[in-house]
């Protein structure tokens, strides 16, 4: 696939130097406690809605951030839950296999078993209270 270098969009996508994966919870309170005590997740920020649900939280995954808020259909989105994916780059295989060991206890639903992948991934998939997808590996794209 090709680009246009003189589209402005491809100058803005040239220029970006993260993409940060943003989930829609219906209960967007009890996911965070989830992803924090179970995948340990760091919860920088929580800001609140006028109606008491989450508008806009960031959880941070050493130096990755994944943002979340409650779904409610609104101009901006709908309310899709339970649809997202996410990958965590973890810094060992020793990571990834604690991970695993907090989400097994935790009772989450590993769908991909641990294994190690052909290009070098220790790794494992879960998914959390909603249905949402989380990867963790050692697999790191340049």
């Known amino acids: 696939m090709t680009t246009n270098p003189d589209s402005t969009i491809a ?44 508008m806009h939280a960031e959880l941070w995954f050493g130096s990755a951030c994944v943002m979340l808020g409650s779904a409610k259909a609104d101009e901006r989105m709908p309310a899709a839950t339970g649809q997202g994916m996410v990958y965590i780059v973890a810094d060992s295989a020793a990571s990834v296999d604690a991970v695993l060991e907090s989400a097994v206890a935790a009772g989450a639903r590993v769908t991909i078993p641990l294994h190690d992948t052909d290009y070098g991934s220790h790794e494992f998939g879960c998914l959390d209270p909603e249905g949402n997808f989380w990867d963790f590996g050692t697999y790191a794209p340049e």
Do not use: E, F, K, M
């Open 11 to 54: 100058t803005i996508v040239a220029r970006s130097t993260q993409a940060i994966p943003c989930l829609r919870y219906t209960n967007a309170r009890a996911a965070i406690d989830w992803l924090v005590t179970v995948l340990g997740a760091d919860a920088r920020q929580v800001h609140d809605g006028p109606d008491g649900s989450v």
